[in-house]
C-alpha cells in the first residue's frame, strides 16, 4: 500500500524537517510519506552523531583527519541525505543538487 505523501521543508545545515513552510529557514521542499521521512531523520540523527565524534577528533592533534573513520561516515551520511532529498525533492531541489556536483552519478 502506498502511503500518501506530504510536503515537507527541509534544512540541511540544521537538520530541520517541518510541514511548515514557515517555521524556518528552509533550504528543500520534498514529497515525503511516513517511511521516508523517518529514514531522513535517521540519517539526519546518524550526520549528527557522528559530528559530535569529529568535534572531539579535532581537539587531538596527532589523529589525522584525511585518516578518519567518523570524518568519512559523515561525508558519506551527508552524500546519503542529499541523494534522498534529491530523489524527493521537487525540480528546484533537483537543480540546485545538480549544481552542487555533490552526487556521484548526477
Known amino acids: 500500500m502506498d502511503e500518501k505523501k506530504k510536503?515537507?521543508?527541509?534544512?540541511?545545515?540544521?537538520?530541520?524537517?517541518?510541514?511548515?513552510?514557515t517555521a524556518?529557514?528552509?533550504?528543500?521542499?520534498?514529497e515525503?510519506?511516513?517511511?521516508?521521512?523517518?529514514r531522513l531523520r535517521e540519517e539526519f540523527d546518524y550526520n549528527y552523531n557522528?559530528?559530535?565524534?569529529?568535534?572531539?577528533?579535532?581537539?587531538?592533534?596527532f589523529w589525522e583527519y584525511h585518516n578518519d573513520r567518523a570524518n568519512h561516515a559523515?561525508?558519506?551520511?551527508?552524500?546519503r541525505i542529499y541523494q534522498f532529498i534529491y530523489e524527493l525533492g521537487d525540480e528546484e531541489a533537483k537543480k540546485h543538487i545538480e549544481s552542487m556536483g555533490i552526487l556521484p552519478n548526477n
Open 74 to 79: 559523515q561525508d558519506q551520511s551527508l552524500i
Open 32 to 38: 515525503a510519506n511516513d517511511e521516508e521521512i523517518t
Open 7 to 21: 510536503t515537507y521543508y527541509i534544512d540541511i545545515g540544521s537538520g530541520e524537517i517541518s510541514q511548515s513552510a
Open 50 to 61: 557522528e559530528g559530535i565524534i569529529n568535534f572531539w577528533r579535532a581537539h587531538i592533534p
Open 24 to 30: 524556518s529557514a528552509w533550504t528543500f521542499k520534498i
